[in-house]
């Protein structure tokens, strides 16, 4: 069983059969440092799940790059606002490491779940846990200042210091690289 089969059980047990023909559509892929998985101004229509490897969600905002998320291993996520409403995604999705990766289309994932209903249960809770995922983030930037945020990656994501660079993680943060030596010397 592959590892993103057991992230679905986790979330939601499948059954045999549903194991199966998902195992089918899924497509391993790999992809260099800084090589893109998928570009902003086209439409989203694949998930991914990371097998190994680390990549960024962002976006460029008056030359200024924004990263909404890193995704590492045993992760799956998509541009969900460029698939539902069919419009040109504004994210990048680039490897900070070589990184190996299942992608799956969701037009052929969707009609799986028309005929598994624990695919259909799973992907609704992996949605719910995606969303409050994202509220939290929202919240994060809009309620505390650079030197809570900086501590509660730090405690969350630990694991994830030595595999980015400073200027990724000021980006994440929503500061200059600038001020986060200087949190990080304070700390």
């Not at 799956?76 to 069919?86: G, L, P, Q, T, V």
């Not at 994210?91 to 052929?108: G, H, Q, V």
């Not at 505390?144 to 945020?149: F, G, I, N, T």
């Amino acid at each position: 069983m592959n590892e993103f089969i057991e992230f679905c059980n986790k979330i939601s047990p499948l059954d045999e059969v549903s194991s199966v023909e998902l195992n089918i559509i899924l497509k391993l892929r790999s992809v260099k440092k800084n090589e893109f998985l998928a570009y902003s101004n086209s439409h989203s229509k694949e998930l991914f799940f990371i097998k190994k490897g680390i990549v960024k969600f962002c976006f460029n905002g008056d030359g200024k790059e924004f990263i909404m998320r890193f995704f590492e291993e045993n992760i799956m996520f998509a541009d969900i606002e460029s698939y539902a409403k069919n419009k040109y995604s504004k994210y990048d999705i680039i490897a900070i490491e070589d990184t190996e990766y299942y992608s799956l289309s969701f037009f052929e994932f969707e009609q799986l779940c028309l005929k598994h209903h624990k695919l259909e249960t799973f992907f609704r809770k992996f949605m719910t846990i995606a969303n409050l995922n994202m509220m939290e983030r929202i919240s994060e930037i809009l309620e505390e200042d650079a030197k809570k945020r900086y501590s509660n990656f730090v405690t969350k994501n630990p694991q994830l210091l030595a595999r980015i660079s400073l200027g990724d993680l000021a980006n994440y943060l929503g500061i200059t690289q600038v001020s986060l030596s200087r949190i990080r010397a304070i700390k």
